[in-house]
Nanobody
Framework: QVQLVESGGGLVQAGGSLRLSCAAS????????MGWFRQAPGKEREFVAT????????SYADSVKGRFAISRDNAKKTVYLQMSSLKPEDTAVYYC?????????????????WGQGTQVTVSS
């Protein structure tokens, strides 16, 4: 089973960009579908983006489509979330997650491994 550690969060002005990274340990990273989720204060954890085992298939929440891009490097056992044109409503703790399937999924219940999260704050 993989373990996940996120990094790259921080404070950014509206309109700015950030790139989140999620480093995985374990030998079978390439067999996991990966996802990014976020949770704002007082709200449920919500889907942001997902990517399949090869990086050939991705899916996004409507709220981030066209602004965020998910990618992965299986050799480095890392998944990324490039965030551009950030808005104050993107402020949240961002979590990386892995599911024991090569496919994508927007359903958080299908993810069995979670990172500790990284805070993203977008100021107006």
């Amino acid at each position: 089973q993989v373990q996940l550690v996120e990094s790259g969060g921080g404070l950014v002005q509206a309109g700015g960009s950030l790139r989140l990274s999620c480093a995985a340990s374990g030998r079978t990273f390439s067999s996991y579908g990966m996802g990014w989720f976020r949770q704002a204060p007082g709200k449920e954890r919500e889907f942001v983006a997902t990517i399949n085992w090869s990086g050939g298939a991705t899916s996004y929440a409507d709220s981030v489509k066209g602004r965020f891009a998910i990618s992965r490097d299986n050799a480095k056992k890392t998944v990324y979330l490039q965030m551009s044109s950030l808005k104050p409503e993107d402020t949240a703790v961002y979590y990386c997650a892995a599911r024991a399937s090569i496919l994508t999924s927007y359903n958080r219940d299908e993810y069995s491994v979670w990172g500790q999260g990284t805070q993203v704050t977008v100021s107006s």
